[in-house]
Each structure stands twice: as C-alpha cells, then as structure tokens.
C-alpha cells in the first residue's frame, strides 16, 4: 500500500527524520487517520507531507514494520508505526499544484484536508513522483 502522512514541519521534519533514520509515527488522533495508521504494513510507501505555510509533498519514507499499539496510549485504542526515510523529492508537490490537476478530484488530500494519514493509489503515487521531478 501507499500512504501519505502529513506533519506539522515545524514539529517533525522530513529533514530530521532523515537525519535520526527511523520515528515512530505517533499522536494521530482522527477516528478515520488511526484506522488508516491500522493499516499500515511493512515495507508499506509513504508520502511525507508538510502541513502549515509549505503544504508540499517533500519525501518519501517507509513503514519499518506493521503498525502497533501505542504504548503511551492508557486506552488501548490508538496505533503507532515505525516510519524510515527514503528519499527527499527532487522538488516538493505541493497542494495548489495537486487541487490544479483534475486526476486528484477524488483524492483525500484534496477531499478531507484535516486528514493526517490517508491512503495513496498506485497512480496518484506515480503522478505525484512525476510531479516531482524538475520539467
């Protein structure tokens, strides 16, 4: 499967995960973005979107493992997953250019914007990529 997981650049950067190799993907706390987070499997592709002033796509990571429960959750009910860098995107995709583009009218990212986890199709992830890359 392939994902995008957005944060706020200012809290967590794709920088600094590259810089630390691995985090835990935590603090989800929409009903709809933890059922997605479930999902996640290992070896799962995942978008690295930057909320607030930058709204972009900027890298792409990998999920270390499947998703687990959240130790620091008393509750029992929220997931958490190992996220790994792969690679920074040779220039970020960002929102006005992915609304701009008809192929992404169904697209999450476009549809539920204060969704923090959502799933990617094979073909939005390829037209993101190609997005992606200096013209």
Do not use: C
């Amino acid at each position: 499967m392939n994902w995008l997981f957005k944060e706020e650049p200012t809290h967590y950067n794709f920088d600094e995960l590259v810089k630390d190799k691995k985090t835990v993907w935590s603090g989800v706390k929409n009903p709809l973005a933890q059922k997605h987070l479930r999902s996640v499997k290992r070896g799962d592709r995942i978008f690295y979107y930057h909320t607030g002033d930058e709204k972009a796509v900027v890298g792409i990571a990998k999920a270390a493992g499947d998703a687990y429960a959240d130790p620091n959750d008393k509750t029992g009910k929220a997931s958490v997953v190992d996220v790994e860098p792969v690679k920074k995107l040779p220039q970020p995709v960002t929102l006005a250019a992915i609304k701009a583009d008809a192929a992404f009218k169904t697209f999450p990212l476009v549809r539920i914007s204060r969704l923090s986890v959502m799933p990617v199709t094979d073909d939005e992830w390829q037209r993101i990529e190609r997005m992606s890359r200096p013209t």
